[in-house]
């Protein structure tokens, strides 16, 4: 074994370092492994350039300096000809492209029928990668778990003290959302040491993107989610994509909603090309909204809605998750599940006024639902309220009406003639007799006093 900075083909190596892109000396490959973080990526880069700067050295030939023969043969066909019929042949030329550029394709093509020319650069045809490795009818318990990255490894920016056991960062920064300083989830805060994904692999597809290359945000993420198995994953060199071919990592990010278990199927696929064999029953994806939960129904995967009992209500009315995940929540459950979430509703208001200030009234209020229900949770039912005010009985006003009533009392004095009538209350009394009179103050005194002068 080589140790110091040496570089070779097989590297004992933090997934972390390979993730960050670190690079050290760029020296010969002189032994079979090494220790150094990133020392696979410079075996690889070492090794793509030893193999040009060969082929650089091989004996180069133009077209002109060619005797008549097949590469004559082939590169006029393919600028006559082949161009017309076949220009997906020729990918960046055209019929006014040069006899050299044309020779350059046949080279590429096919060695054995022109040599490469030396008035044009032409890199030699890219070997064909090897196949990778298959994990087709392999029994492994190995299994990895992938995680998303917003609202399930951080909470919420600014709700460090409203999320139980997340963490602030210190001011590193996280663009989700809006943006604001990064909070870790109580998992990531706490880690995978004490749930059942300390023994696997792990990966992050994410719609969000970590705050971008070389964040401090994607240092910490990794950070939380280190385990066992891939403090101890050997990174295969040979296995690794080449500059013109596809790019494979665990590690996903501006990953479409709803086609994540898409990049779950191609991080098993980078494990595979590792080595490392992890089968669908014992892949486990965690996520905080179900609509990158259910499509994973029928892949044969597991997946898990999380962040169950705290949801943002201002995102989609509770379809994002607030505090993101907890230890609590990853279990190694078979199949795919989602958060029953009820209903929630806002503070109330104030009490309106009383309708009626005494004998009875109504006042009412009301809340409005801020988090709507989702996947059979409770529903809201109504959001106003009515109770009853002011029952004391309203006191009863009296109106009084006072009559003063003014009697006039008539003094009849009655003379004696042959007439009956002589007793009439309308005669005129002669001033003499009234001062005769005496005063009478009812009105049976005055009959009494008729009778007595009859």
Known sequence: MVTGTSCALIVV??????????????????????????????????????RYAET???????????????CKQEVAWAQQTGIQQHPEWYPGLSAQSSPLDFQCKVFQASQSKCPRPCGVACTPPTPPPKAAPTCAGVVSEKCLCVFDIDRTLTS?????DKCPGSKDSDGIKDSAYGGGDLVLSQLAASGLSKTFCSKCYVGIVSHGDGSGQLSTERKELLEALKTDAMEHLVLRAWNAAWSDMK?????????????????????LDWYASQEVCIQRENTYFFDDKDENILPFRGTGMNAQQISCQSRDPILGWGEVGLCGATQEELKADKGVSVCKIDCGWSDWSAWSGCSRSCGGG?????????????????ACGNGNEMEACNPEACPTTTTTTTTTTTTTTTTTSTTTTASASTASTASTVPEDSAAEAPELESADEIADAQADNA
């Open 13 to 50: 190596v933090s997934t972390f370092a390979f993730a960050a892109g670190l690079h050290g000396e760029t020296q010969d490959l002189p032994g079979d492994e090494c220790s150094e973080p990133g020392c696979s990526q410079n075996a690889m880069q070492l090794r793509v350039l030893k």
């Open 56 to 70: 650089a050295t091989n004996d180069c030939q133009d077209l002109k300096d060619i005797s008549e023969g097949v």
């Open 156 to 160: 919420k920016q600014g709700m460090q």
């Open 247 to 267: 790019l494979m990592t665990p590690f996903y990010v501006a990953y479409p909603d709803a086609l994540k278990q898409e990049a779950v199927l191609k991080i």
């Open 362 to 378: 109504q006042r009412s209020r009301n809340r409005g639902v801020i988090i709507k229900p989702r996947n059979g949770g409770k």
